[in-house]
């Protein structure tokens, strides 16, 4: 077995190599992205490992089936970058890593909502030039504030856990609700109505994609603080700086961006950024962007680096996956 990981970090080789190694795996570690140029790269192994921002189209595929691929496995929970269904036609099998670690998303989504609401980006900057003025650092209290979180998977709950342990009163959509005590199902546009925060917890299908558009900012709490650790397309992007801008929405938190390939992991600081709403929303004095990190902790890339292993191990020997997508 010989397998080509592609967009791979340091952080990535330092977890994997070990795990391949003591599984007797060959591995080839590429920092680019998989797409219909870098397919090539593939050639002459046995699976493909990608991350979220791979490309992995009909016309990747037919390549992968052609260099003899039989495995594409995401070390990642999504995978709307992939074509599983034209995948499987072809014969090749699709895995995933359906839950590396909730926590570490779900924590880092308070971390955001904490930073924003406490102003302590804000003041850290400022301390560090010796600045202990208060001017413009007031917050406000999460206890008692209406959360709504918008899907109820793993994550979701661990979200919705956090914040009652704020003392939050908890509200929550999804298409097949779950029995949570103390949480109250509602319509999509009652939790646009009434929430003081939004937090999206929910995959990116065509259902979902741009569920957060123009015509929600009519819908939604004035002053709303909005949280996104999920999929960037969640939302419409152009919205929601239209709502910022119109001071409709409070804050926005967010860890993914509808256009982040390209940006997103990647060190572009002695560069201008042709992006310009991705640039706009950076700006904003109320918006905090961190680069689809959520995922990052030890924990999370030791379950990732397993859970990814052994789903190559169980297709590769025939034996049931319960992580193929389909």
Do not use: W
Request: hydrophobic residues 40%; charged residues 25%; aromatic residues 10%.
């Amino acid at each position: 077995m010989k397998i080509a990981f592609f967009d791979v970090k340091s952080y990535d080789r330092e977890v994997f190599e070990p795990k391949l190694k003591a599984a007797k795996i060959r591995a080839k570690f590429y920092d680019t992205r998989l797409d219909e140029e870098d397919a090539v790269l593939a050639k002459g192994c046995d699976a493909v490992c990608v991350f979220v921002n791979d490309v992995v189209n009909k016309a990747v595929i037919d390549q992968l089936n052609e260099y003899g691929i039989k495995i594409i496995a995401l070390r990642c929970a999504g995978f709307n970058n992939v074509d599983f269904k034209y995948a499987a036609a072809k014969g090749i099998k699709v895995v995933r890593v359906p839950a590396y670690s909730p926590y570490a998303v779900a924590e880092h989504a308070m971390a955001l909502l904490l930073t924003s609401t406490r102003k302590i980006h804000k003041s850290y900057i400022r301390t560090r030039d010796f600045n202990f003025s208060l001017q413009g650092l007031t917050g406000f209290d999460l206890y008692g504030k209406t959360v709504g979180v918008i899907g109820t998977g793993k994550i979701g709950r661990v979200f919705i856990d956090i914040s009652k342990g704020f003392g939050m009163n908890v509200i929550a959509y999804d298409k097949f609700p779950s029995d949570i005590p103390g949480v109250e199902y509602k319509a999509l546009d009652d939790i646009y109505k009434e929430a003081d925060i939004i937090s999206f917890h929910c995959p990116l299908t065509d259902d979902t994609r741009h569920m957060f558009n123009l015509g929600t900012l009519g819908k939604i709490k004035p002053g709303v603080v909005i949280i996104n650790t999920s999929r960037g397309a969640l939302i419409d992007a152009e919205a929601l700086l239209e709502g910022i801008k119109t001071k409709k929405i409070g804050a926005a938190c967010l860890d993914v961006y509808e256009e982040e390939s390209g940006y997103f992991y990647e060190d572009l600081s002695g560069s201008i950024i042709d992006d310009d709403t991705l640039s706009r929303l950076i700006s904003m004095p109320n918006v905090i962007v961190t680069s689809h990190q959520a995922f990052l902790t030890k924990e999370a890339l030791e379950n990732i680096a397993t859970t990814t292993i052994e789903n190559i191990r169980q297709i590769d020997s025939g034996e049931e996956c319960k992580n193929i997508v389909s």
